[in-house]
């Protein structure tokens, strides 16, 4: 079946610094991936919609020069949270979708939680 | 707009049914999806409904009614190991999935 892997499984960082959250396809090509993120008893939160090759589309109230998204091949779009503060320590979730497969199907990530102290 | 809500929280006992609802409103629908979440894991998929009428798979069968606006995950022999938070969301005009808050399963001995 497709899976989708995400790196770092989980990362603690210093407020102030950056960091990145890889998402790949592993056994399927994804023209469109998704980042979500999920706070503590909260359902998942869509942040940004990733297209290879074009720029993100965000969610209202999503920043995007703080998150900023990179799709640059068919298997790999990154996530990456500038100038971390502690409300960012959440989980976040990428999905991909299948490029040969119906538009309907998304394939998750396993997540990557993020503590910024 | 988007609307979609589900209870908070339910209890049930091992070995019961249990029934979660799921009701919501939008103009554009392209399938409602069931996904089952364990504390600090990502959605697993259990089911997607895009016509009307039950899709039964196993223990877990869901059904949709697009005219009502409402769907539910019926799980049935319950295992303690069910014990979750169940997720609906649906699809829209734009083939974005719309998220439920999640329902907290709670499975007693």
């Known amino acids: 079946g497709a899976v989708v892997s995400q790196h770092p499984s989980w990362v603690i960082c210093k407020s102030g610094t950056s960091v990145k959250i890889e998402c790949r396809s592993l056994?399927?090509?994804?023209?469109?991936m998704f980042w979500y993120r999920q706070f503590p008893k909260q359902s998942l939160m869509l942040m940004a919609t990733s297209n290879e090759g074009s720029k993100a589309t965000y969610e209202q109230g999503v920043e995007k020069d703080k998150f900023l998204i990179n799709h640059a091949s068919l298997t790999l779009s990154t996530l990456t949270v500038t100038s971390a503060h502690p409300e960012d320590s959440s989980f976040y979730i990428c999905?991909?979708?299948?490029?040969?497969?119906?538009?309907?199907?998304?394939?998750f990530g396993p997540g990557t939680r993020l503590t910024v102290t | 707009g988007q609307n979609i809500d589900q209870p908070t929280e339910m209890t049930a006992t091992e070995g019961a049914i249990v029934q979660i609802n799921c009701t919501y409103q939008t103009s554009g629908f392209n399938g409602l999806f069931w996904y089952q979440q364990h504390a600090g894991e990502a959605p697993t998929f259990l089911s997607y409904?895009?016509l009307d009428g039950l899709e039964e798979k196993g223990r877990f069968s869901s059904f949709l009614s697009r005219s009502k606006g409402y769907s539910y995950l019926l799980l049935k022999e319950l295992q303690m190991k069910d014990s979750a938070s169940y997720l609906c969301?649906?699809?829209?005009?734009?083939?974005?999935?719309?998220w439920g808050a999640g329902t907290k399963l709670i499975i007693k001995p």
């Open positions: 999905s991909a979708r299948d490029a040969g497969g119906p538009e309907h199907e998304q394939y």
């Open positions: 056994d399927f090509q994804a023209t469109t």
């Open positions: 969301a649906y699809l829209d005009s734009n083939y974005q999935l719309i």
């Open positions: 409904n895009v």
